[in-house]
């Protein structure tokens, strides 16, 4: 049942992963610094899904050292979990969001920090589930 949920991703697109958070990281951190007052929020909960986003990149690397490589669902994309190996893209489209409507910072990046924070602890869940089978022997 496991094998035919779980596919591998390429190592390229997780560098393009750590760029768009790399990327997205440096866009938040001057909009907060621009206007702290009114960015200060959004910008914090953008960087808190950002980092839980790299607790769960850093489990799947850890279940890929462990053997069999790092847990993803197959199949149709959830909007979630498509993000990751699509970070990329919403970088960009986040950034031309932000040109047009700078004063949308706070919406825009709440929203975000939603969908970065939720494919997170997707992976979170999905990287626990992969253990406990592998530990369950009755599974």
């Known amino acids: 049942m496991v ?4 596919s591998r ?7 393009r992963a750590l ?11 001057a909009f ?13 909960a953008l960087a808190v899904a950002l980092a839980l986003d790299g607790l769960a990149q850093g489990a799947g690397a850890w279940l890929a050292r462990r053997g069999g ?17 699509a970070a990329g893209l919403g970088t960009v489209l986040f950034a031309v969001a932000l040109a047009a409507w700078p004063a949308g910072f706070p919406i825009l990046a709440s929203a975000l920090a939603g969908l970065i924070a939720m494919g997170a ?11 406990r089978i592998a530990q369950d022997p009755e599974a």
């Open 3 to 6: 094998e035919e949920t779980v």
């Open 9 to 15: 991703p390429s190592v390229r697109s997780a560098g």
């Open 19 to 29: 760029l768009a958070s790399v990327a997205l990281a440096g866009l938040t951190a």
């Open 32 to 44: 907060a610094w621009a206007a702290p007052e009114r960015n200060g929020w959004a910008a914090l």
């Open 69 to 85: 490589g790092p847990p993803r669902i197959a199949g149709l994309p959830s909007l979630v979990l498509a993000f990751g190996p």
């Open 121 to 131: 602890i997707a992976r979170l869940v999905l990287a626990w589930i992969v253990l």
